[in-house]
């Protein structure tokens, strides 16, 4: 029996995973692309081209009008659909109108600023923002460390890139030591419950989950 082909949809997940976009990308691209073929009223995209996109991107400038960084992703989505999935060049340039990018200066607090924000924070989300402070990273890059990516004795976090790139090494405050070791004690048990009970296992990206079928329940593989 002849296998159906898959559903496009399916298709750009695939792709996006053989060249270990994060899922947090593939996620956002797959939101996009749902848009733009609804706004199109469910053509496949292979049957438009370059002025389908415009007019998709100018309606998001000038009726939806979203950032100039919301416009720029959305096009990206767009351009790998295309290239990547479809294999289908663009022949005709986008000349879609641009949303606006605001001019301003980036705000950066005082140290005494973020003294008092922290001051106001307690508990889990008081030592996320100070993991996040002290070693300089993203919240995305924050929430997404596991146990395996602290190193207490070297005083460092190990910062996994999802795509398959070389990871890189980020600093641990000593003052942050010994609530991150209390705090991943207190998780520890609460993970432990939660396996007894039959639950507790966690997402593994890409191929992990084959190759280490049993990783997804072990501690060191928990996200704390």
Sequence with gaps: M?????????????VIRV?????????TYL??????????????PKDIGAPEIEAFLTHLAVQERVAASTQNQAFSAL???YREVLRQELDESINAVRA??????????????????????????QLVIQVLYGSGERLNKGLNLRVKDIDFAQHQIIVRN???????????????V???KLHLAQVQRTDQQDLDRGY????????????YPHANREWIWQAD
């Design 79 to 81: 351009l790998f659909l």
């Design 31 to 44: 939101q996009w692309i749902r848009r733009f073929i609804l706004f199109h009223n469910k053509q496949h």
């Design 2 to 14: 002849k296998t159906p082909p898959k559903k496009l949809l399916d298709q750009v997940r695939d």
């Design 200 to 211: 507790g296992s966690v997402h593994l990206a890409f191929a992990l989950e084959r190759k």
């Design 178 to 180: 010994e609530p991150l």
């Design 162 to 176: 999802p795509k398959g790139y070389e990871s890189r090494v980020t600093m641990l405050p000593t003052s942050l």
């Design 100 to 125: 606006r990018q605001p001019r301003q200066l980036p705000t950066v607090l005082t140290k005494e600023e973020v003294r008092s924000v922290i001051q106001q924070l307690w508990g889990v989300p």
């Design 19 to 27: 060249k270990h976009y994060s899922y947090r990308t593939e996620e």
